[in-house]
């Protein structure tokens, strides 16, 4: 079930103020990307948070212990106590994102996926980082790069409802459009 953005946006945004405040949002963040981690890895505990007959108590009675386990900074211990308790334990993967691009707003940064037929090679990547960057204004493109075998040749980049489509499948897909068209 996706976490409903009214849900989200709060949490990740007072996270975010105190990382701020603190100046430790790079930090922060690393933290919280392994708490996300290290319950996406285990089912058991995934299930566990997101079991509503479960007390909230002992939700962040196992948060508050994961993240001490993991050695996170106070700051995220607390904050995923404070989550797990009020029942949005199960959202935190989505609190975890929306924080990532409050941080990359601040830091001038956009998130670019692309899905590719092979993967790119350093100079490929390179420049479609500096072409995509100046699209977007001149912010610094962070790729998160994936391997689509379903794709014939090409790439597909998203930044947030923003979609390039230079796959060759796209591209047939236009042309078929154009010859129906007349």
């Keep these: 079930m996706k976490a409903p953005r009214a849900a989200v946006k709060p949490y990740a945004r007072a996270l975010h103020d105190l990382a701020k405040e603190r100046q430790q949002t790079e930090t922060v963040g690393r933290d919280l990307d392994a708490m996300v981690d ?35 900074s106070p700051l995220v211990r607390d904050f995923v106590g404070l989550v797990a308790r009020q029942g949005r334990a199960q959202h935190l993967d989505a609190i975890a994102e929306s924080y990532r ?15 590719t037929a092979i993967p790119l090679t350093e100079p490929e ?5 500096t072409r995509l960057g100046r699209v977007m204004g001149g912010k610094q493109i962070l790729v998160e ?14 930044i947030g409802s923003y ?9 047939l897909a236009r042309i078929e459009e154009r010859f129906a068209r007349g």
């Design 125 to 129: 990547r390179e420049a479609l980082r």
């Design 163 to 171: 979609i390039v489509d230079g796959s060759l499948d796209g591209q």
């Design 101 to 115: 691009d409050m941080v990359d707003e601040d830091l001038g940064r956009v998130r670019a996926r692309v899905r």
């Design 145 to 158: 790069e994936g391997v689509d075998p379903s794709l014939l040749g090409g790439f597909v980049v998203e």
């Design 38 to 72: 290290a319950v996406a890895r285990e089912t058991e505990l995934r299930d566990f948070f997101g079991r509503p007959w479960v007390s909230t108590a002992a939700k962040r009675a196992a948060g508050v212990e994961i993240a001490t386990r993991l050695e996170l």
